[in-house]
């Protein structure tokens, strides 16, 4: 059994902001996909600090910081076209996969605890079919412990939260604070 044809990955997730981390392993999709699709979506169990369309702009935004050589001469690709970036709402991962014509689906590990979660959604995802197979990327050891969680805990504390996000998102949260950029 050999890969036929393009490969399109799904990284899906509600990118409240997008962290280092995220963008560890977008790069790492990039490297082993044709094409990585990034997808906002509303998790139902958390409140969002920035918007599904805000956090779309910061996630290119930071891609652009992060990679300068990402930003193409048009403002709706990323990497000529090997990257986009979308949202998905009221649907399942599965279904969003198949309506962006996604061969995989991206998901992230941190830490051991992640593992039981991702676990349980890949016999899910698995279930529903089969034929969308879900690749497991660890993020760097620098990354570990980034999460969005925790950049807003730490902003709220008056932390420094550079080591977790892009100047952009920094600023952000700067700008929701009613300050000029730390």
């Given at each position: 059994?050999?890969?036929?044809?393009?490969?399109?990955?799904?990284?899906a997730g509600s990118?409240?902001?997008?962290?280092?981390?995220?963008?560890?392993?977008?790069?790492?999709?990039?490297?082993?996909?044709?094409?990585?699709?990034?997808?906002?979506?509303?998790?139902?169990?958390?409140?969002?600090?920035?918007?599904?369309?805000?956090?779309?702009?910061?996630?290119?935004?930071?891609?652009?910081?992060?990679?300068?050589?990402?930003?193409?001469?048009?403002?709706?690709?990323?990497?000529?076209?090997?990257?986009?970036?979308?949202?998905?709402?009221?649907?399942?991962?599965?279904?969003?996969?198949?309506?962006?014509g996604a061969t995989?689906?991206?998901?992230?590990?941190?830490?051991?605890?992640?593992?039981?979660?991702?676990?349980?959604?890949?016999?899910?995802?698995?279930?529903?079919?089969?034929?969308?197979?879900?690749?497991?990327?660890?993020?760097?050891?620098?990354?570990?412990?980034?999460?969005?969680?925790?950049?807003?805990?730490?902003?709220?504390?008056?932390?420094?939260?550079?080591?977790?996000?892009?100047?952009?998102?920094?600023?952000?949260?700067?700008?929701?604070?009613?300050?000029?950029?730390?």
């Open positions: 059994m050999r890969k036929s044809g393009t490969t399109k990955a799904l990284y990118f409240d902001p997008v962290t280092r981390g995220h963008l560890d392993i977008i790069g790492k999709a990039l490297l082993t996909f044709d094409t990585v699709h990034v997808a906002v979506g509303t998790n139902v169990r958390k409140v969002r600090m920035f918007g599904v369309q805000e956090s779309q702009q910061l996630i290119v935004r930071s891609i652009t910081e992060r990679w300068p050589e990402a930003a193409t001469t048009s403002t709706d690709t990323l990497f000529e076209g090997a990257l986009e970036v979308g949202e998905f709402t009221n649907q399942s991962l599965v279904a969003y996969a198949h309506k962006i995989h689906i991206v998901r992230g590990l941190r830490e051991a605890s992640d593992f039981n979660e991702e676990f349980n959604l890949h016999g899910v995802a698995g279930r529903i079919d089969p034929s969308i197979l879900m690749v497991h990327f660890i993020c760097e050891a620098p990354f570990l412990h980034v999460s969005s969680s925790t950049a807003k805990e730490l902003d709220v504390m008056g932390e420094g939260i550079g080591w977790l996000v892009m100047p952009c998102v920094e600023a952000a949260f700067a700008a929701r604070r009613g300050e000029s950029r730390p």
